[in-house]
T-cell receptor, first 114, second 118 residues
């Protein structure tokens, strides 16, 4: 079974549309994250959720809104998509207090905005 | 804010040889964690090795080992007996200890593209 899964793996859409990316982890972790990897492969944290509470929001535009229905899921909703939102988005999870809180990543979602 | 620097955008090594990837970081914290992640063309982020700053002993995982120099804020990755499957982007990452039960995000370097020559 996949530990951290994301859907969809590829997403192509037009500028101005609203889209969502779903993430689920079956590791029993209490913290989940969203990262963005740009075209130069640079990875940056966007959000962190611990037990359904937002911990980090690293100057991400308001068009991005994370939603966590329970601690196994962290979805990313993006409104009014822009060309600059094209990137690979990674979900990750970890368990606070255990083994350096190592983060385990999903397979990524490649978002292309046309 | 913490920063992580990988000064080698690309490295090339012959199969079966040893290669070392460099990483330096900047922090005012005394307790933190360091990681190396591998990203093959499949784009999956795979944990290679991790190091707790309070541990003096360098971490080792099979053919992968680190040289952790806390005073110099250096965390290099050595890959011994390089294999074709080691070809990937390698990212060095830093994290503060979690506070209040939550966990900080990782701060990544820009990555090193490792090429394995057959």
């Amino acid at each position: 079974d996949t530990a951290v899964s994301q859907t969809p793996k590829y997403l192509v859409t037009q500028m101005g549309n609203d889209k969502s990316i779903k993430c689920e982890q079956n590791l029993g972790h209490d913290t989940m994250y969203w990262y963005k990897q740009d075209s130069k492969k640079f990875l940056k944290i966007m959000f962190s959720y611990n037990n359904k509470e937002l911990i980090i929001n690293e100057t991400v535009p308001n068009r991005f809104s994370p939603k966590s229905p329970d601690k196994a899921h962290l979805n990313l909703h993006i409104n009014s998509l822009e060309l600059g939102d094209s990137a690979v988005y990674f979900c990750a999870s970890s368990q606070a207090g255990i083994s350096t809180d190592t983060q385990y990543f999903g397979p990524g979602t490649r978002l292309t905005v046309l | 804010a913490q920063t992580v620097t990988q000064s080698q955008p690309e490295m090339s090594v012959q199969e079966a040889e040893t290669v070392t990837l460099s990483c330096t970081y900047d922090t005012s914290e005394s307790d933190y964690y360091l990681f190396w992640y591998k990203q093959p063309p499949s784009r999956q982020m795979i944990l290679v090795i991790r190091q707790e700053a309070y541990k003096q002993q360098n971490a080792t995982e099979n053919r992968f080992s680190v040289n952790f120099q806390k005073a110099a804020k250096s965390f290099s990755l050595k890959i011994s007996d390089s294999q074709l499957g080691d070809a990937a982007m390698y990212f060095c990452a830093y994290r503060n200890p979690g506070k209040g039960g939550g966990a900080d995000g990782l701060t990544f370097g820009k990555g090193t593209h490792l090429i394995i020559q057959p």
